[in-house]
Structures are given as C-alpha cells and as structure tokens.
Nanobody, 124 residues
Framework: QIRLAESGGGSIQAGGSLRLSCRANKIPAHCAAWFRQIPGQEREGVAQIDSDGETHYADSVKGRFTISKDPDDRTLFLEMNRLEAEDTGVYYC????????????????????WGQGTQVNVSS
C-alpha cells in the first residue's frame, strides 16, 4: 500500500509561483503524477513522471509546470510558474505500481493510490 501526503498549496496572485510536494511512504514502482480538480469540472491529469524519468504534461500547463522527484524517488514535486486564475483547484498526487500508466499517461484510471489533495487558489 502506497500512502501519499501533499503539501505546499496556498493562495497566490496570478503570475506567481508555487511548489507542491508529495511524500510517499514507499517508492512508487512505475509512475507518479499530479491531478487537479477545478471547481465544476472533472478531475484532470496535470503532469506525470515515469520510472524511467519520462514526463507527460497536459497542454494547458506545458511550459509553465514542471514535475520532478527526489533521487530517493519518495518525494514528488510540481513546480508551478506563471499561475493563472484557471489553475485554481484541488491538486492531488497519485501513484501507480502497475505498468498501465505507461500506456495511458494522465489517465486517472491508471492510478490506484491517491493523496488527500491540497488547495491552490490563484487570484486574478
């Protein structure tokens, strides 16, 4: 069982930056990712990093967000720059210990372990 705990959310003005962190109790074997749920919308994939270091991003965040992990593979980060009001939502980290996440990047059905979420509020 992988347990995940996010931190780093908060309130910020548009154009600013935030860094989210997610600590796991054990190493996710295959993929780790960040998802978000914007008010009134379904949860969507934001960024994913695979065990080989390959990354995937949603079009809406490419060039602004960067996903990375500590060398110990137990801490996941999401560096968010040039934040926009549309980025407001609850951000969740997720992990997968089966390889279907490689074939279905940013697909929440490929992830089986989830954190509780951290709120990000961006004011315009």
């Amino acid at each position: 069982q992988i347990r995940l705990a996010e931190s780093g959310g908060g309130s910020i003005q548009a154009g600013g930056s935030l860094r989210l962190s997610c600590r796991a109790n054990k190493i996710p074997a295959h993929c780790a990712a960040w998802f978000r749920q914007i008010p009134g919308q379904e949860r969507e994939g934001v960024a994913q990093i695979d065990s080989d270091g390959e990354t995937h991003y949603a079009d809406s965040v490419k060039g602004r967000f960067t996903i990375s992990k500590d060398p110990d593979d137990r801490t996941l980060f999401l560096e968010m720059n040039r934040l926009e009001a549309e980025d407001t939502g609850v951000y969740y980290c997720a992990a997968a210990d089966v390889g279907i996440c490689w074939d279905r990047p940013l697909d929440e059905t490929a992830f089986f372990f989830w954190g509780q979420g951290t709120q990000v509020n961006v004011s315009s």
